[in-house]
């Protein structure tokens, strides 16, 4: 299991079109990959899917915690993390 | 007919909210929508579950078939907003949706349908509790989706939504999804009424795509417009009128005539390239607010931003706009406007502007006090963070910095120094940044008068003829009790501007006007007349200028020129210059 706390740099947030698109870039990868928001205690929502990561309600600037596990865990963290930061 | 008309009440619904701007007559159609019921839950009777969830799966298919078919119609005529649909696609194949639908099914015996009904709500439901408008806005996008997947279900009616619409139609609903405005054309709507619905939705993006004169917020208007109803929609005024009578729909029918013939005139004069008849080339920028105040396509029609005011970007707020929200405008003006000028002016606050959250001590005359450059030397971080923005985005296009209420050559070589400053750090961070001119307003009478020192020191300046004519007619333009004092068409403004102009023209200094002064064809046919190659207006006023310059040559506006420095009353000047244009 491989977990890492970002900060969110989308211009908008992690809504409607960002959210498809990250949730597209976590479905790529076969590892089972979590979003919660960092400051939460929650266990964290299914990356893969856009409704739950819409549901976060993520803004520009707010820190979420990535967890992954699977063969790819550290890929798909490190790639993920890149689209957060970049997008 | 006459005698039919009159028969039918005419009624009013005012108070709306504009979206689309535009006068559209045409026959109502009511789009009613059942708004998705969840009370009646249809459950499995047997052991069918096999073939309920084979239903789900074979109607996403189709659902996603019928997304990327709408997609790529849009794609054609609008491909910036069939972008929208990009997620409606990932949302069809959301894991979480299945898994929901699935469990529903299965545990639950709930038929395919009711199934899908219950998800949709819910997700729904969810997103709106969200304490954010963008996300909240979605919860429609998942209610469009769901209705797509229940219409599949259903057989579906709304193959082509043009082929439901006759020619004409005004669109009336209580609020719309993105697919209902993908297929329809403009032949076909004339506008959109709506009760609900908000300026940041999907649909409000389409309307102004398709530019179909819309207005939303018009409460209760499905249960009082009737269908086949004729409608006129005021798109200036958000009002919306039901069977209007024969002198309204004569009203309405004129203006949109009017409009659609000024309309196609603007355009024309717009894409006309700004020489005289007699082949100078005058330069027309635009003056702008923030991004939001201008339609980005005027960029095309213009040689660039004359005067971008940053006061904007500080009213209307809390505190301070970091260095980043400033970089982030700046730099999308600058990507507008493709490498064509844009003159950034920094804050000019004081005065009769003023933000909430930096308190001004009261100064009894407010216009000769503490303002502008000034009151940036009085708070240095804030003149240092917006330059740190303007130096960051000119690595993005043609930018230049104005300051404004520059009195002396004193000022001046203060500037230079936060110039500097800036200049260093970014370079010691290897943050790149254009070559930036650098220029000022002129507008205190001092300066003017320092005009052959000045442009020696600039790479270009401005001529704000407003704060100029004020100062120099010492006339406060605030007090009602002195305003025939204030002339801005007095011969010795004029004069004075004379002064300036020959200076630059003499050390060849760009120097332009971007004052009121400018914007009025009469203003402006004198001051290009007395050597002004340059002017910069509202984006309101560009056609109207623009009309002047290419159907004056430039010796008439020279002989105009003249003849007004040769004036000594304001109103030899005016009844002059009325006959002449």
Request: charged share 30%.
């Amino acid at each position: 299991m491989v977990s890492k706390d970002v900060m969110v740099e989308c211009e908008n947030g992690l809504h409607a079109r960002p959210a498809a698109s990250f949730a597209f870039a976590a479905a790529q990868f076969e590892s089972e990959v979590t979003i919660a928001k960092s400051e939460s205690q929650d266990l964290g929502v299914n990356a893969k899917s856009v409704i739950s990561v819409l549901s976060l309600g993520v803004r520009k600037n707010e820190s979420v915690k990535l967890t992954a596990i699977g063969s790819d865990e550290e890929k798909a963290i490190r790639e993920l993390t890149m689209f957060l930061r970049n997008n | 007919m006459d005698g039919f008309r009159a028969e039918v009440n005419m009624r009013k619904y005012s108070k709306g909210v504009t979206i689309v701007e535009g006068i559209a007559i045409g026959k109502a159609s009511i789009l009613f929508r059942d708004s998705i019921d969840t009370k009646n839950i249809a459950y499995i009777i047997g052991n069918e579950y096999e073939k309920e969830i084979a239903l789900f799966e074979a109607t996403r298919q189709t659902v996603l078939e019928k997304i990327n078919e709408l997609q790529s119609n849009m794609k054609k005529k609008n491909p910036e907003e069939a972008k929208i649909f990009d997620a409606h696609a990932e949302i069809v194949k959301d894991p979480e949706l299945e898994k929901k639908v699935r469990l529903l099914i299965k545990q639950k015996n709930y038929t395919c349908r009711s199934a899908l009904l219950v998800s949709f709500k819910e997700i729904s439901n969810m997103l709106e509790q969200i304490d954010d408008e963008l996300i909240k806005e979605r919860a429609k996008d998942i209610e469009d989706i769901g209705k797509m997947f229940i219409d599949t279900i259903d057989g579906d009616k709304n193959k082509n939504a043009n082929m439901f619409y006759e020619e004409g139609t005004i669109l009336i609903a209580e609020e719309l999804f993105p697919s209902d405005l993908a297929s329809v054309s403009k032949d076909y709507i004339k506008g959109i009424a709506l009760s609900k619905g908000s300026a940041t939705s999907h649909v409000a993006i389409m309307a102004k795509g398709l530019k179909i004169p819309t207005v939303f917020g018009i409460t209760g208007i499905t249960d009082m417009i009737k269908q086949g109803d004729e409608i006129i929609i005021d798109g200036y005024n958000g009002t919306i009128y039901e069977n209007p009578d024969s002198a309204t729909l004569d009203k309405y029918n004129d203006l949109r005539k009017n409009y659609e013939t000024k309309q196609k005139k603007e355009r024309d004069i717009l894409k006309r390239i700004p020489f005289t008849t007699d082949k100078t080339r005058i330069d027309l920028a635009v003056n702008i607010g923030s991004s939001n105040s201008y339609k980005p396509e005027i960029a095309q029609f213009t040689d660039g931003v004359g005067l971008m005011r940053t006061e904007f970007l500080f009213m209307e707020r809390n505190d301070f706009p970091s260095e980043e929200e400033q970089f982030d405008v700046y730099r999308s003006v600058l990507q507008d406007f493709a490498g064509k000028p844009v003159v950034l002016r920094t804050l000019d606050i004081g005065g009769d502007k003023k933000l909430n959250y930096l308190p001004l001590p009261e100064e009894e005359n407010p216009f000769l006090g503490c303002r502008a450059i000034r009151l940036c030397f009085e708070n240095p971080e804030i003149m240092h963070t917006q330059l740190r923005a303007a130096f960051r985005a000119s690595a993005y296009g043609n930018l230049q910095i104005m300051y404004p209420m520059v009195g002396s050559l004193d000022d001046w070589n203060r500037i230079q120094g936060f110039v500097e400053k800036v200049k260093k750090e970014l370079q010691e961070k290897n943050i790149p940044f254009g070559l930036i001119k650098q220029g000022i307003m002129i507008e205190i009478p001092s300066i003017v008068m320092l005009a052959e020192e000045i442009s020696k020191e600039v790479d270009f300046a401005s001529i704000g003829t407003n704060d100029l004519a004020q100062y120099l007619t010492a006339t406060d333009r605030m007090s009602d009790l002195v305003r025939p004092y204030y002339q801005s068409f007095t011969p010795g403004l004029f004069r004075f501007i004379k002064i300036a102009i020959d200076a630059f023209h003499k050390n060849k200094k760009p120097l332009s006007v971007c004052g009121e002064l400018g914007g009025d064809p009469r203003g402006a046919a004198i001051l290009i007349g007395m050597g002004i190659r340059k002017l910069s207006v509202s984006p309101s006023l560009l056609a109207n200028i623009k009309e002047l310059v290419t159907t004056k040559s430039l010796v008439e506006l020279e002989e105009i020129a003249e003849n007004v420095l040769n004036f000594g009353k304001q109103d030899e000047v005016l009844d002059y210059i009325n006959k002449k244009l």
